[in-house]
């Protein structure tokens, strides 16, 4: 007899497919790759932190508040006075006011810088004392008496001007010098003179002058030597007002005759 051949059992080979157990076998999943922002969000998300978000760019910031600032002018000679008052947006600036007037004093500066606005401020006046010199000719007609008019702050000085010439007059100088430095007061300085006055002496015998002079009032001048004359004494002069002269003066010689005189 010839051996028997195993027949392959059933249950081992039922329902099963070489080939289609090639075909099963999976394909491994390709992970899509993800955008480089969503990768960092899911990682923040993993370790439990929020996702960043994007800032907005200019254009994304219409309609956001704009910080601003209100910026007070006030007047310190007038109890602080509001002289002026605007609201600022932050880092831009504004004008100033103009600055009041105040009798004896002259604005200098404001007290805070508000070309770049970077809080709430209050702007001040800043003045000096000051104080007038005034320099008076005292000879002049009224129209022009004043000669100059100067605003000098407390404590300084200033330069005077020229005293004018004027006929028979002879300049003396100022009243004071207190102008010229340490000012503390209004100050009035006078242009002083002296009265100058024309004392003529004549020969009446002659009918000559014989000498002319030009004298400070108050004061005085000495009297030429009288000429001879023949048949004619020299007695004395006129007047003797000469001495202290306060006007023009004309003085003559007094002679007698010879005989008369003996």
Known sequence: EEPKQEQPKAEENKGE???????????????QPKEEGGQKQDENVEKGEQPAQEQPKNDENKGG????FAVVFVDTLDEDKII???????????EAPDAPEHEGYRFKEWSED???????????????????????????????????????????????????????YAIRGWSTDSYKENVTENIEVNAEY???FKVVFKDTI??????????????????????EHENYVFKEW???DYTEVHDN????????????AD
Do not use: M, W
Request: proline share 6%; charged share 40%; net charge negative.
């Open 17 to 31: 497919n070489p080939k289609a157990e090639e075909t099963k076998t999976e394909e491994p999943k390709q992970e």
């Open 65 to 68: 508040t704009v910080e601003k």
């Open 84 to 94: 002026a008052d605007f609201v600022i947006e932050k880092g831009k600036g504004c």
């Open 114 to 168: 508000y070309s770049e606005v970077k809080s709430p401020l209050v702007v001040k006046t800043v003045y000096d004392r000051v104080y007038k010199v005034r320099f008076i000719d005292t000879v002049a007609d009224e129209d022009s008496k004043l000669l100059a008019e100067n605003i000098v702050k407390e404590g300084e000085g200033c330069d005077a001007p020229e005293i004018p010439e004027h006929e028979h």
């Open 194 to 196: 002296d009265k100058l």
């Open 206 to 227: 002659a009918d000559e002058v014989l000498a002319e002079n030009t004298v400070k009032e108050g004061e005085g001048c000495d009297a030429p030597e009288a000429p």
């Open 238 to 240: 006129s007047t003797n």
């Open 249 to 260: 003066l004309v003085v003559n010689t007094v002679y007698e005759e010879k005989d008369n």
